[in-house]
């Protein structure tokens, strides 16, 4: 409209209505003044540094939202500016400019935002983004109880893993809930850092108690669908 949002339309031409429309933006590093004081920038366009937090400067260490990361995942350069991930590597950068031999592993993009009552989270590699990377995937989604069925306040989740083909290796996952979102997009994080495959996922031991989750965890459940593709 002309005065206020009245659809969302979607490149393919859906168009879904709507009074309110949340945009993402992405964000762009400001490198300026390193680079132009010697940093190199690496291909994502953020300050490269090695394990260390050091850049090609001697003794000049750099962190934060200006810097480039290991994607874990791919085992790439990724652009992913998170206030985790800065803190992480502050302390790395600070120990080692003070002496010390700390070390940054790297991140798998564990990220989580909530929208009205929703919570909305993502880990790993988006289907799209592992095909980009030149995977071959499958996806597996499901709706599941967030807690025990006929406990009272037990409401739907969405959990979608993302998964290799030839290794069944586990790429990524996102996920949208009211409860339990946060915790479940942990274990998925976890599971990356591990280079777990969905049948070892599948088999994790999770808690269980009925005001907390069902006997079988949406994510076993999803691992257990994407085990058998």
């Known amino acids: 409209g002309e005065q206020r949002v009245e659809a969302v339309v979607t490149a393919g031409g859906e168009r ?9 933006m992405g964000a762009r590093p ?23 937090m050091q850049t090609n400067l001697p003794g000049v260490y750099a962190a934060g939202d200006c810097c480039q990361v290991l994607h874990r995942v791919t085992g790439q350069p ?4 998170l206030g985790s991930t ?15 031999q700390a070390t940054f592993g790297g991140v798998v993009g ?16 988006t289907a799209q983004e592992a ?6 995937v499958r996806e597996t989604m499901i709706r599941a109880k967030d807690i025990t069925h006929y406990f009272p306040g037990a409401a739907d989740i969405h959990v979608k893993l993302v998964v290799e083909a030839e290794s069944d290796r586990l790429l990524g996952g996102q996920i949208i809930g009211r409860k339990g979102v946060a915790k479940r997009i942990d274990v998925l994080a976890t599971a990356l850092y591990a280079r777990l495959t969905v049948s070892d996922l599948r088999r994790l031991d ?15 459940v999803a691992a257990n669908i994407a085990a058998k593709k």
């Open 110 to 125: 564990t990220m989580v935002v909530r929208c009205f009552d929703l919570a909305v989270a993502r880990t790993g590699l």
């Open 206 to 220: 999770l808690s269980y108690a009925p005001p907390f989750a069902p006997v079988w965890d949406p994510i076993l």
């Open 86 to 100: 800065a803190n992480k590597q502050g302390r790395v950068a600070g120990e080692n400019a003070a002496g010390g």
């Open 16 to 24: 879904f209505a709507c009074d309110l429309a949340l945009l993402g």
């Open 78 to 81: 990724a652009y992913i500016p």
């Open 30 to 52: 400001n490198v300026e003044l390193a680079h132009a004081g010697g940093v190199a920038l690496g291909p994502t366009g953020a300050i490269a540094t090695d394990e260390r």
């Open 131 to 136: 095909r980009a990377a030149g995977r071959t």
